[in-house]
Each structure stands twice: as C-alpha cells, then as structure tokens.
C-alpha cells in the first residue's frame, strides 16, 4: 500500500511569490491535514480536510489555504510568500477524521529567498 | 491551552544504554498518545500509540511507553538504544473524540547514540 505522498519535495521560492503543494492520501483514507514544521516552532497544525470539506483550521494567517478534491488529494495554497515561511510542510491521512492515527508524507521543503 | 511538553531537547547516550524521554501533556479530558520518530532526512513514523486499554504500550523496534493517567504523563522508554535509534522523537496528544487533526505535538527530543 503507498504510503502519503507529497509533491514537489523541494521548493525555492522569492518572497512575494505564492506556492501550492501537493498531497496524495493513502489509499481509502478521507482525512487530510497540513502541519508546518519549524526549528523554532515545532510541528504546528495548519488545517485539516475530510469529504472536502475543511474541518479545523490552526492559527496561521488568511494567505495559508487549501482545499480538498473528490478523490480525498488536497493542495495548499501560501500566497505572498514571506521568510518567515520556510519550513517543511507535512501532510498527514487518516482513514476517518476522528480518534484514528495520522499518517505523515515525507514533506515538501519550502525555501523562500 | 493544552500543551505537550518533552522536558529533554537533546539526549546524548552510548549505545545499549537505557533510554526514557519523558512527555507530559495539559488536558484533562480524554486523550490519545502518540510517539512519533523522525530518522534524519526521513518522514515522521508512529512508533507506539495510546487510544485505552493496557496503560503499557509496546511499539515499533522495542520501543515501550507508560499512560501514567494521574500524572499527565506517557513517557517512552527503550532498555538498550542501538546507533540506528538516532533520531528527533516526537510526543503528540490528540483529544479525545476530536478530528484526527487536532494533534498536538511536543518540541522533540534529538536523540544521538554514540558508537
């Protein structure tokens, strides 16, 4: 079974631009949420998807979207790039969206220059 | 606002020492535990999880952990590290009953094993 997969892995963008990522679920799983990993900040929750429809969202600024398809694969959206948003975004799936395991890609590195 | 807390940032043992890293969490309500591993360069991976049952947990690569309710607690502990245990580990609370998503995850303890 294929594990999440995310798309690209590496990203170098300038400030001001915006960029969107891509994440595959595992096969059969409904639930897809979008964390930002900082070495300042940690691991911190960004938003979450299940039935295409968003279900939580973290504390992160409006220009943080994204948006779910029919098939469970979501994108995420940063519009006007900032320095501050280099991080490694991970994706997580889960089969339901509630009391079950996440299971997390392998990320997309994010650079802003 | 709940919380998780890894009280070690970095932990430095030889190898087929001990290991506990420890993790409390802020919530009074129901939880689910969680450690999760980081290899360098490599996804997060669940290593054990909590959801009920028996408070001891067996996970991935002999790799332990304890739900000690009354003390906010689900540290992991393995008897003997080996060099390949070198990693960021991860503490993370999911509330009880609530989205999948809404995992909250401590700061990471780096983890290096010397030869």
């Known amino acids: 079974k294929a594990g999440v997969t995310q798309t690209p892995r590496y990203l170098i963008k300038t400030r001001g631009q915006q960029v969107t990522l891509s994440c595959s679920p595992i096969s059969g799983h409904r639930s897809v949420s979008w964390y930002q990993q900082t070495p300042g900040q940690g691991l911190q929750f960004l938003f979450e998807?299940?039935?295409?429809?968003?279900?939580n969202k973290g504390n992160f600024p409006g220009r943080f979207s994204g948006r779910q398809f029919s098939n469970s694969r979501s994108e995420m959206n940063v519009s006007t790039l900032e320095l501050g948003d280099s991080a490694l975004y991970l994706c997580?799936?889960?089969?339901?969206?509630?009391?079950?395991?996440?299971?997390f890609g392998q990320g997309t590195r994010l650079t802003v220059v | 606002a709940q919380s998780v807390s890894q009280h070690n940032h970095h932990v430095i043992l030889s190898e087929a020492a001990s290991l506990e890293l420890g993790c409390n969490y802020s919530y009074g309500g129901t939880v689910n535990l969680f450690w999760y591993v980081q290899y360098p360069g490599q996804h997060l991976q669940l290593l054990l999880k909590?959801?009920?049952?028996?408070?001891l947990v067996k996970g991935i690569k002999g790799f332990e952990a304890e739900f000690i309710k009354s003390k906010f607690s689900f540290n992991l502990r393995k008897p003997s590290v080996q060099w390949s245990d070198t990693a960021e580990y991860f503490c993370?609370?999911?509330?009880?009953?609530?989205?999948?998503?809404?995992?909250?995850f401590g700061s990471g303890t780096r983890l290096s094993i010397r030869p």
């Open positions: 993370a609370v999911m509330l009880g009953y609530s989205s999948a998503s809404k995992i909250i």
């Open positions: 997580a799936s889960s089969l339901v969206w509630t009391n079950t395991e996440a299971f």
């Open positions: 998807y299940f039935s295409e429809t968003q279900r």
């Open positions: 909590y959801f009920s049952g028996d408070p």
